[in-house]
């Protein structure tokens, strides 16, 4: 299966996609598993709740911030693949951080979370046929597809592991 078409993809995720080196997702999953759970725990516990200016998320929440994404994007995913052609709202994922109380969590365990999150996308992912990763729906008013999802979600961490290293490290 060839990369995402970026004509089917609202233009706000081209950065996420364009992020991924691979060509093929299960590979792009897998790898992005991995570099990303290493890059995360050699993150030093004191920066671990570390903001680079007043209101920006800690490096904790921007943690959070990802399982949640992750989940949506994959519910988003699902219904798509299984012909549920209603159209979904978006998030606010600033309303998500906001009462997430990411704060009061373990860092072992949103680890622990990301992991079995990402184990279950990649199963999902890895479950879908050619016609399911090029089925489509609209989610928060935009057109999109399964096989972009998933592209989306590794170019996601990558980005975010991109702003770590430029703005809290």
């Known amino acids: 299966m060839p990369r995402p078409d970026l004509t089917r993809v609202p233009e706000f995720y081209h950065n996420y996609i364009n992020q991924v080196k691979e060509e093929d997702l299960m590979n792009a999953l897998k790898s992005n598993t991995s570099a990303f759970l290493s890059f995360m725990k050699s993150i ?3 920066k671990h709740d570390y903001r680079y200016a007043e209101g920006k998320w800690t ?4 943690l959070q911030h990802l399982i949640d994404t992750e989940r949506v994007f994959c519910y988003r995913a699902l219904r798509f693949a299984r012909k549920d052609n209603t159209p979904l709202p978006g998030f606010n ?50 057109p999109i597809y399964v096989l972009a999802i998933g592209f989306i979600c590794a ?6 592991i991109n702003i770590i290293k430029e703005r809290y490290l």
Do not use: M, Y
Not at 59 to 62: A, H, K, M, P, Y
Not at 155 to 160: A, E, L, P, Q
């Open 93 to 142: 994922e600033n309303l998500f951080a906001a009462n997430a109380k990411a704060d009061k969590r373990k860092w072992v365990d949103l680890i622990i979370e990301f992991e079995a999150v990402r184990k279950s996308t990649e199963i999902l992912f890895n479950s879908f046929d050619e016609e399911q990763l090029e089925s489509s729906g609209i989610s928060n008013n935009h």
């Open 59 to 62: 490096i904790r929440e921007l």
């Open 44 to 46: 030093p516990i004191e």
């Open 155 to 160: 170019g996601h961490c990558n980005h975010h």
